[in-house]
């Protein structure tokens, strides 16, 4: 069955961002020109998935709006010509069919995505966490996962070779062999270890191919770190009931989840942009040569 829907867990809080989320959603702010939860739907629709299913929050309806039509600014374009903007505006609303669930409680990610249980139960389907954007417009990541999905079976989790001393910020992977360059079969994962306790340098990143069966799972999962229902501690288990494949995504995966990784990732892709290249360009030699 082809992989179809796409689950964007937004309802966050985004306590590393406050006091600016406090009332504004994370997901809205900017990645040079657009929202950083555009560049996700934007992946999941060229993989693919044409039903995306968020599941939001408190704080968050500006993402839906976001998506939504917004007539009275379409007509006011229309009527002023500005048919280039118009249709831009209408493009972003028919990008993909978005369902919205409400998440009460930020109980955790795990959480989140039990909440698509009865959008997705049947099937398997996708994970994208906003945060980690990628980009590689020749071949998405969340494509790259359906592939091995389709040919292997089971689950498949993006991972990303870290640097030692950035292996106890993520969920690391015990690989149990390579299966192809790049493809591993994961029979365990531990959430942020220390160095010496890590399984292997491979972290989890941000996008999943996920079995329905992970519900049967969350269902019965207790709340682990932070006192949240992990995603990580059920798909622990997952592994050691059905395939679980670990793929080394090709591409560049730049971290908004944080105010300098969200900084840094705009200063670098406004860099590749002739016109923001010069003004960033000209702001950096200003304060070099005071
Ligand atoms: P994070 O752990 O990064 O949490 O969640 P966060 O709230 O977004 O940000 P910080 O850490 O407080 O700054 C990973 C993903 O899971 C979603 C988040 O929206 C994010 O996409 N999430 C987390 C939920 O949807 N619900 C939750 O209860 C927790």
Redesign the pocket.
């Known amino acids: 069955m082809k992989i179809t829907k796409c689950v964007f867990?937004?309802?966050?809080?985004?306590?590393?961002?406050l006091p600016v989320t406090k009332e504004l959603a994370?997901e809205m702010l900017p990645l040079v020109n657009r929202p950083i939860i555009s560049y996700g739907v934007e992946e999941a629709v060229a993989s693919g998935c044409n039903e995306i299913i968020m599941?939001t929050?408190r704080a968050k309806r500006s993402i839906e709006d976001y998506f939504d039509r917004s007539f009275e600014l379409e007509e006011m374009l229309k009527s002023r010509g500005k048919v280039a903007l118009y249709e831009k505006m209408l493009k972003i609303a028919n990008m993909a069919e978005i369902l919205f669930v409400r998440?009460r409680q930020?109980?955790?990610?795990g959480?989140?995505v039990l909440c698509a249980e009865p959008m997705c139960k049947n099937e398997f389907f996708a994970v994208a966490?906003?945060?980690d954007v990628f980009i590689n417009p020749e071949d998405p990541v969340i494509a790259q996962l359906i592939r091995v999905h389709e040919k292997m079976g089971g689950s498949v989790i993006a991972l990303e070779e870290v640097e030692p001393q950035n292996v106890s910020r993520y969920g690391i992977v015990k690989s149990q062999f390579e299966v192809e360059p790049g493809i591993h079969k994961i029979v365990d994962m531990v959430e942020k270890p220390l160095l010496e306790e890590a399984p292997s340098n491979l972290a989890i990143m941000g996008r999943y191919v996920l079995s329905p069966k992970i519900f049967e799972l969350l269902h019965n999962q207790q709340a682990g770190t932070g006192g949240?229902i992990q995603l990580t501690d059920s798909l622990k288990t997952l592994c050691s009931q059905e395939p679980v494949w670990g793929v080394v995504f090709k591409g560049r995966r730049f971290d908004c989840?944080t105010q300098k990784g969200w900084l840094s990732a705009n200063v670098q892709l406004a860099l590749e942009d002739p016109e923001l290249r010069a003004v960033i360009l000209d702001v950096v030699n200003k304060e070099l040569n005071q």
């Open positions: 867990p937004v309802a966050g809080l985004g306590t590393r961002f994370k599941i929050g998440q930020p109980l955790g990610l959480h989140a966490l906003p945060d949240e989840g």
